[in-house]
C-alpha cells in the first residue's frame, strides 16, 4: 500500500470526526509531531505521525492545488 502524501497546509479527512462533530482537519505543523487543527472549532492536537498516518483517511484539499492553478491563469 502506498503512503499518502500530505504536506503543511493541507486539509485532511480523519477516520473518526472530531467532538465537534466534523472530521476535516488542517495540518499546521510537521515533525516528529504533526499539530492538526479541526476546520469546525479550531481546536488544535498535537499528534505523532505513526498514529496521524494510521488515522488519515485521505487528503481533502491540498495546499499545493492552488499555486497550480495560479500559474495557468498567469499564462
Not at 504536506?7 to 504533526?34: A, F, S, Y
Not at 485521505?58 to 495557468?72: I, M, N, Y
Request: glycine share 6%; with cysteine; net charge positive.
Amino acid at each position: 500500500m502506498e503512503r499518502k502524501q500530505y504536506q503543511l497546509g493541507d486539509i485532511v479527512q480523519m477516520k473518526k470526526p472530531h467532538p465537534c462533530g466534523t472530521n476535516e482537519m488542517e495540518i499546521i505543523r510537521m515533525g516528529m509531531d504533526i499539530r492538526i487543527k479541526c476546520v469546525g472549532c479550531k481546536h488544535s492536537v498535537l499528534v505523532p505521525r505513526t498514529k496521524f498516518e494510521s488515522k488519515l483517511k485521505k487528503v481533502l484539499r491540498s495546499s499545493a492545488e492552488p499555486d497550480a492553478a495560479k500559474e495557468k491563469i498567469g499564462e
